[in-house]
């Protein structure tokens, strides 16, 4: 196989040999690599021992030939841009190209064809329950590479499944691909559909739409409006980054300049309904989502509008709350090894507050866990 270059035999050839294969990246100097299970791996492809500076390039040039406008000019002036790129009969992709060190690398992730269940996914009953919601604002967060995505999707195609009302999504850009069921779907995406997040989300409002799927604010004008949605009364699911829900949520709480963030949480605090956290946990069986879930009540809006908010304080008002369906992230690992799913080194590398949980596991240290 040589990489000069058919994008589309490639990647259907590696699809075909690697079927767990999760992101493919290719860069310059090493051969093209593929993540499975969190790992990279590198192919043993003869004529491709090396990728070379023309090869990469020759892909982004494909890629973008088949990308909206926006993405070369983004490319040209700011050394990157992501996009969705599909190859018939094969699969969809995220598609993320950079230049580093005058060269381009690309990565492109793999979307499944068909949108999860949240049955499949192993995730909590608490996400079946967020879609119910009439109004408010609905959080999926996680650090790179932990799903949150996907989880979203699953969300939205529970809402098609059971709930009769438009939906209008604002993607930046479309992955999943979203048929009509209960609901009728509209889904746009920046750079194609609408020009840039902020104006397809106040479209959104105009559309008649009583569910908006937003993908996340990155500047304090678009997190404002996704609020005004919200208490207006729409429903608003969108996605944040970070590793709890203390981090997720102080993330979007930066956007704000600082003599507006006070204002900011209580206007957050009446709004937000749920908040799910997840990272992708290694299990004796594969790597599977553990959720720390955060649920609107008297309590937890009071801490969130004038409370501490950072992991420690948080989870202390989840641990105190889990009569009312809070979970903690580390009290989730934890559960799951004592029910012996995640060794106790692979609990600890992933939690938020690693030490208290090792002091809590202590007993199973000495049991040979």
């Known amino acids: 196989m040589v990489l000069n270059f058919d994008l589309p035999k490639f990647l259907a050839a590696i699809l075909s040999e690697t079927p767990r294969a999760g992101d493919v990246l290719l860069a310059v100097g090493v051969p093209p690599q593929v993540q499975v299970d969190g790992s990279l791996v590198r192919l043993q492809l003869r004529g491709i021992e090396r990728l070379t500076p023309f090869q990469t390039e020759a892909v982004v040039v494909h890629l973008l030939a088949q990308a909206p406008p926006a993405a070369a000019a983004r490319v040209r002036s700011e050394g990157a841009a992501h996009f969705a790129y599909s190859v018939p009969g094969v699969n969809r992709f995220r598609v993320a190209v950079f230049s580093q060190r005058g060269t381009f690398a690309v990565s492109l992730r793999r979307i499944p064809e068909k949108v999860p269940t949240l049955d499949e996914l192993q995730l909590p009953a608490a996400m079946r329950d967020a879609c119910r919601e009439r109004n408010g604002i609905v959080v999926v967060s996680g650090p790179a590479d932990s799903g949150r995505t996907t989880s979203l999707a699953a969300m939205l195609a529970e809402v ?162 889990e009569k009312d369906g809070q979970v903690g992230f580390d009290r989730e690992l934890e559960r799951r090894v004592r029910a012996g799913e995640v060794d106790v080194d692979t609990a600890v590398a992933n939690a938020v507050l690693p030490r208290q949980l090792e002091l809590r596991l202590l007993d199973l240290r000495g049991g040979g866990s």
Request: aromatic share 4%; charged share 20%.
């Open 160 to 321: 098609n499944a059971t709930r009769s009302c438009h939906v209008v999504t604002v993607e930046d850009p479309i992955e999943f691909l979203h048929r009509h069921g209960r609901s009728t779907i509209n889904q746009r995406e920046v750079g194609i559909d609408t020009p840039t997040l902020l104006q397809g989300l106040a479209s959104g409002l105009r559309q008649g739409a009583q569910v908006l799927v937003v993908s996340e604010p990155r500047e304090a004008a678009q997190a404002s409006l996704l609020l005004e949605t919200a208490e207006t009364g729409h429903l608003v699911f969108t996605s944040l980054r970070g590793f709890d829900t203390a981090s997720s949520l102080a993330r979007m709480l930066s956007l704000f300049p600082a003599d507006e963030r006070q204002e900011v949480r209580s206007r957050l605090a009446r709004v937000l309904r749920w908040a799910f956290t997840q990272q992708l946990v290694p299990h004796r069986d594969g790597r599977h989502p553990v959720v720390e879930v955060w649920r609107s009540t008297r309590t937890t809006a009071l801490h969130l509008a004038e409370g501490p908010l950072n992991s420690m304080a948080l989870a202390d008002l989840l641990r105190d709350g």
